[in-house]
């Protein structure tokens, strides 16, 4: 109904799966959906279900794999950094919301702009997850925070900091990255990501991204589904969970 297409994401109280069970629960969750969601696609007469969502575990996995093989490397560039991002977080988002498109009807056209909506859609909520593990409210998102400083994960905030440094501050900047667990650091570390402006800068590049998903849409037109797909892009760059 209109009704559900209206109502304010931030009026919903999600709980999330890892507060309530824990990191195991969360990721054997997880590998449960992914295999349903299969056994559910190969049940359909049509099968690029199964295939594209074959083709997107796959890239998820690759992104996954590209992250971890890259964990403590300080020196990753921004083109790497959205390989991975693109891999291990936005695909499930771009073929969730193709795969919607596909099985409504849609044109391969406007199938394929869901797809893009999507992929913006899941780039920008990467960045705004990595800004909130370095400022976020424990409380309030549900989860540890500072993970990524401690396990020494280059997020687009921190690669635009270091991209601006050279020499003897290079060094300071490296060598308080690399001391991310110990206590205080966080906190550190978030001031000089914004004297730096890199905090901004991942924020303003994150709002870019949501334009592109809500310039996704657009053929949608004044229909209510629009709005709704509006207000998730809203969403992901105001959230606080």
Known sequence: TTEIYTLSLHDALPICINRLAGNEVSVLLGDHLFSHALEVALTLDNPVGAHRFSRAVSRTCLGEIAQVYNRGNLELDEATYYRIVRGKTA?????????????SGATSANSQAMY????????AFQIMDDLLDLRGDEATVGKTLGTDVANGKATLAIIHHLSGLKGKARESALELLRDGAIP???ERIVRSLRDSGS???AERTAHEHIASAKRAVS??????MRE?????ADFVVTREL
Do not use: C, D, K, Q
């Open 184 to 186: 205080g650091a966080r």
């Open 116 to 123: 893009e909506y999507g992929m913006s859609l899941g780039v």
């Open 91 to 103: 695909e499930l988002y771009a073929t969730s919301a193709e795969l919607g498109a596909v099985y």
């Open 199 to 201: 905090i901004e800068y």
């Open 228 to 232: 709704f797909f509006e207000s998730i």
């Open 219 to 224: 053929f949608l037109g004044s229909h209510p």
